[in-house]
């Protein structure tokens, strides 16, 4: 079993920055493709971006290309949300997963097989 928990969430300005953590247990992080979705009120759950389990390949919806950026450290059992440029609309709940590889397709959220709690981020205009 693996555990999950989310951490930096907050209130920010438009145009200001936030670094979301996510800490991971057990001993199998390093294997994981890890992935940060998010959800807005009265919308789906939707996907932000992903990291493979080198760190090698990374993946980014088109709302947040350019402005955001996922990482990880292996060391450390972490993956990494920096967020620049907020806007009100990357107003949602953002929660880390964790997918063990098996030839899905990283954005699908259907294919995670661990999520954290999640952590509220709000952007004011």
């Known amino acids: 079993q693996v555990q999950l928990v989310e951490s930096g969430g907050g209130l920010v300005q438009a145009g200001g920055s936030l670094r979301l953590s996510c800490a991971a247990s057990?001993?199998?992080?390093?294997?994981?493709?890890m992935g940060w979705f998010r959800q807005a009120p009265g919308k789906e759950r939707e996907f932000v971006a992903a990291i493979t389990p080198s760190g090698n390949s990374l993946t980014y919806a088109n709302s947040v290309k350019d402005r955001f950026t996922i990482s990880r450290s292996n060391a450390k059992n972490t993956v990494y949300l920096q967020m620049n440029s907020l806007k009100p609309e990357d107003t949602a709940v953002y929660y880390c997963a964790a997918l063990v590889p098996k030839g899905g397709v990283v954005s699908d959220r259907r294919g995670y097989d661990y999520w954290g709690q999640g952590t509220q981020v709000t952007v004011s205009s």
């Open positions: 057990g001993r199998t992080f390093s294997t994981f493709v």
